[in-house]
């Protein structure tokens, strides 16, 4: 049989046999997207790492919108970031150590910490080597195909003992730069024809301006200053963010640090998880064409209905930077990265289409209430992700590592949790169920089969 014809046998039999009526999830209690009734999420781990509030539980049942707050060790974000900036440092090595160890380093111990990241920084011949091999268009597909080969350079890879853990985080919190950096270089030189720069990270340059500085030799102090904010901004978000729940459910199972991490970059990559901040500039770019007038709210309001409808765009039915599990009234991140973005915008003359952008929230937000209606008993907002790809492309960064800056300040948070999920006491391999709903059959001799499959 041609290929193309069992693929295409294959795909129709599972119209049926792989579709679950919606009703079931109601008649069995199942939690979809391990998610209640009112949209919070199941509880299913206990953490010291992160929060993130967005609502606060009624008594009565039901929740409470409250503006969002993220909180790294115990102390707010917002505080760290304003801390830090005001203090006029940079802060992104300051966050993963914080986040590492639970408590903010004093001058030495920074010095220290920040001083190992940079030696760490350089690749084995290898790794470098390997990269260059690596054909692709997708960094996060080459990152996650590097990680998975750190393991076979790695003399210790499958000791998850606490000492050897922290010293493999340290490795891949020093190394994802390098390897973006490397990648993005190697992808144009293949891809454009342009010339190959391979930069050996320089000293004493904090990570921001190293990562700048292997992906495009100049950058201004503005550039990596706004990277190493929004570096700080993306590290960490509790247990139950999709990529870093990967790296818990893989953990628990006590497989190596490379097979997890490489887990959870598939998982950010996803256009519902980081991947967010590509789709949102490819939504933005299509609404800049799309839309004639941007200061018109019956001009907007009548496209983002059709996208709702899932009439126009991608036909998926989102808009992109829009909604969160957890934040209702705010996500903190959306606005610091807001302000950045006027601030940049005035600054590189770009106010128009920072102006749109702004009323593209305020508008979004209104037509997903008014599309929803009751059906949906939730406020949402922007997230994270509606701000920071014009904030990156305004520092000049290419799309194609939006989504690998991410998981470059993520990897803090999901080596955090690692190493918290494989040091208590009472460890259990995270295995909950699933409920068949599918009818039992009985085997039929091969001769006995007829065409009807299902
Ligand atoms: C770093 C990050 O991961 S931040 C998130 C980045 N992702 C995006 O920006 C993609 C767009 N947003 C979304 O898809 C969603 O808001 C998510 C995935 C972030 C959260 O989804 P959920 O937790 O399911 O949100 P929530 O429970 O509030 O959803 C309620 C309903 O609104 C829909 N909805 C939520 N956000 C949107 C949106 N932006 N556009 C259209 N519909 C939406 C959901 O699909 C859901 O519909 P359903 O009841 O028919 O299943
Ligand atoms: O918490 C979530 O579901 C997604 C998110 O914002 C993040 O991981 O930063």
């Known amino acids: 049989?041609?290929?193309?014809?069992?693929?295409?046998?294959?795909?129709?039999?599972?119209?049926?046999?792989?579709?679950?009526?919606?009703?079931?999830?109601?008649?069995?209690?199942?939690?979809?997207?391990?998610?209640?009734?009112?949209?919070?999420?199941?509880?299913?781990?206990?953490?010291?790492?992160?929060?993130?509030?967005?609502?606060?539980?009624?008594?009565?049942?039901?929740?409470?919108?409250?503006?969002?707050?993220?909180?790294?060790?115990?102390?707010?974000?917002?505080?760290?970031?304003?801390?830090?900036?005001?203090?006029?440092?940079?802060?992104?090595?300051?966050?993963?150590?914080?986040?590492?160890?639970?408590?903010?380093?004093?001058?030495?111990?920074?010095?220290a910490f920040s001083n190992m990241v940079h030696q760490c920084m350089p690749l084995t011949q290898k790794t470098k080597m390997n990269i260059l091999d690596l054909e692709g268009q997708n960094i996060m597909n080459i990152l996650a195909r590097s990680v998975l080969e750190m393991y076979t350079f790695d003399e210790n890879p499958d000791d998850t003992s606490r000492n050897n853990l922290m010293r493999q985080s340290v490795d891949l919190i020093s190394k994802f730069p390098t390897i973006i950096a490397y990648a993005y270089n190697i992808m144009r030189h293949s891809n454009q024809g342009r010339s190959l720069h391979i930069r050996f990270p320089k000293e004493n340059l904090s990570v921001a301006e190293n990562f700048l500085y292997m992906l495009k030799g100049g950058y201004t102090a503005l550039d990596a200053r706004t990277l190493d904010l929004a570096l700080m901004l993306h590290?960490?978000?509790?247990?139950?963010?999709?990529?870093?729940?990967?790296?818990?459910?893989?953990?628990?199972?006590?497989?190596?640090?490379?097979s997890s991490i490489a887990a959870a970059i598939g998982s950010l990559k996803g256009p519902l998880h980081g991947g967010a901040n590509l789709a949102v500039v490819s939504m933005f770019n299509h609404l800049k064409e799309n839309i004639r007038n941007w200061k018109s709210v019956s001009e907007i309001d009548d496209y983002l209905q059709k996208m709702l409808r899932k009439e126009v765009y991608d036909k998926c039915g989102l808009i992109y930077g829009i909604g969160h599990a957890v934040y209702t009234i705010s996500d903190p991140r959306a606005l610091l990265l807001k302000e950045m973005a006027r601030d940049l915008a005035?600054?590189?003359?770009?106010?128009?289409?920072?102006?749109?952008?702004?009323?593209?929230?305020?508008?979004?937000?209104?037509?997903?209430?008014?599309?929803?209606?009751?059906?949906?008993?939730?406020?949402?907002?922007?997230?994270?992700?509606?701000?920071?790809?014009?904030?990156?492309?305004?520092?000049?960064?290419?799309?194609?590592?939006?989504?690998?800056?991410?998981?470059?300040?993520?990897?803090?948070?999901?080596?955090?949790?690692?190493?918290?999920?494989?040091?208590?006491?009472?460890?259990?391999?995270?295995?909950?169920?699933?409920?068949?709903?599918?009818?039992?059959?009985?085997?039929?001799?091969?001769?006995?089969?007829?065409?009807?499959k299902v």
């Open 1 to 111: 049989m041609e290929k193309e014809c069992i693929i295409s046998r294959l795909s129709e039999s599972i119209k049926t046999t792989s579709r679950i009526d919606n009703e079931l999830f109601t008649e069995y209690n199942v939690k979809r997207g391990l998610r209640n009734e009112d949209h919070s999420g199941v509880l299913v781990g206990l953490t010291k790492i992160g929060n993130v509030v967005g609502y606060e539980k009624l008594p009565e049942g039901g929740l409470k919108a409250i503006p969002g707050r993220l909180i790294y060790r115990g102390i707010d974000v917002e505080d760290l970031v304003r801390g830090i900036l005001a203090e006029k440092r940079f802060g992104f090595e300051e966050t993963a150590f914080l986040l590492l160890s639970g408590y903010l380093p004093d001058k030495e111990e920074l010095a």
């Open 235 to 258: 590290a960490e978000h509790g247990g139950g963010n999709n990529s870093t729940f990967t790296v818990r459910v893989t953990s628990s199972s006590g497989t190596d640090t490379y």
């Open 346 to 452: 005035r600054e590189k003359g770009r106010e128009e289409e920072f102006a749109f952008l702004e009323l593209l929230e305020e508008r979004a937000v209104e037509n997903f209430m008014n599309f929803k209606g009751n059906k949906v008993n939730k406020r949402v907002c922007a997230n994270v992700d509606f701000y920071s790809g014009f904030v990156y492309e305004m520092i000049g960064l290419p799309s194609e590592v939006f989504t690998p800056l991410f998981a470059m300040s993520r990897i803090t948070g999901w080596a955090a949790h690692r190493i918290e999920e494989l040091n208590f006491d009472s460890k259990r391999i995270i295995r909950p169920a699933y409920r068949n709903v599918g009818p039992e059959k009985k085997f039929i001799p091969m001769e006995k089969r007829g065409q009807a």
